[in-house]
């Protein structure tokens, strides 16, 4: 007799311990979980290959928790060839971090930007079978070390999230993918608040910034707002008070984060060559297992 299945686990589930069978997978920013025994993964029937920039921000803010697009300068598709036509079943993209000491500090011996990189989107679809993410994650991995690149960072967010009127919409990660795949764990990045969003996403610092200052990207962090009911940026307005007023209108909430965990990828073709990479923190266990308890969000009335 063939062994009993074991019960999908609830949908508002929070992340399961590294050692569970269960994958989490997402539709339209809608999570979900697979038994790596659920149909199965074969290899024949998926390929991996560079995609571009616009299907890559098309099917990361329709189906990513976060429903926003970094600043990407790898980006990865895995393809479902089974029928014989290409589908889009999930997207890797990897990229800048807002500091260069966030690739800098755990990786020291590589230049920022070129030979390491930040995981900033790994999104597969609600279709794909258990197992999928190692795989993509592996042929990825391939993909960036013919590049040059030789170091991945990548953050796991165990902060549960929820929108103002409770639902939630993200249930704290733990990284289970990278404990998975023997990634580095280096501990937490800095604690900080976050501006919560009605909609449960995340208004990010750099957001705020490029608003203030008005660099390149500010119309798509202000857009943003707007959609969710805050006025106009008039022309002549002074941005730093227009945020603030923007931020309290939509109802923004701060949110006290201990910190994303932090994971690392030394790459090469063999396993020294992988060592011979420094690590610039040290290598912690056991690897985090449960996400962060849900914090208190409050309104955001400070200055933003």
């Not at 890797?92 to 995981?119: D, I």
Request: net charge positive.
């Amino acid at each position: 007799m063939s062994p009993v299945q074991e019960t999908l686990p609830f949908e508002d589930l929070r992340e399961i311990p590294t050692a569970s069978p269960w994958c989490q997978r997402w539709r339209e920013r809608t999570h979900s979980w697979r038994h790596i025994r659920d149909g199965g993964f074969d290899a024949r029937h998926y390929e991996v290959a560079p995609l571009d920039e616009a299907q890559a921000e098309k099917f990361v803010i329709t189906h990513h928790y976060s429903g926003s697009y970094p600043a990407a300068t790898q980006r990865l598709a895995l393809y479902e060839t089974s029928t014989g036509e290409r589908r889009l079943s999930g997207v890797a993209v990897f990229g800048v971090p807002v500091s260069e000491a966030v690739l800098t500090k755990p990786l020291p011996q590589l230049r920022p930007y070129t030979e390491s990189l930040v995981c900033l989107r790994f999104v597969l679809l609600d279709e794909c079978p258990g197992n999928s993410e190692s795989w993509f994650l592996a042929r990825c991995f391939d993909a960036l070390l013919a590049a040059g690149v030789r170091g991945v960072v990548s953050f796991a967010d165990p902060v549960p999230r929820r929108t103002a009127s409770g639902a939630l919409v993200m249930p704290g990660h733990v990284g289970t993918i990278y404990a998975a795949t023997n990634a580095v764990y280096a501990g937490r990045a800095t604690a900080r608040t976050v501006k919560l969003l009605p909609d449960g996403t995340v208004f990010h610092d750099r957001a705020a910034q490029k608003i203030r200052r008005q660099e390149q990207g500010c119309e798509y962090a202000a857009a943003q707002l707007t959609a969710l009911g805050a006025p106009r940026l008039r022309p002549g307005s002074d941005p730093a008070l227009w945020l603030r007023e923007a931020l309290t209108a939509v109802g923004a909430r701060n949110l006290r984060h201990r910190g994303a965990h932090r994971y690392v990828f030394r790459l090469g073709r063999t396993r020294r060559e992988r060592e011979e990479i420094e690590l610039g923190l040290p290598a912690l266990r056991p690897y985090p297992k449960q996400p962060d308890a849900e914090p208190t969000a409050t309104w955001a009335k400070s200055p933003a």
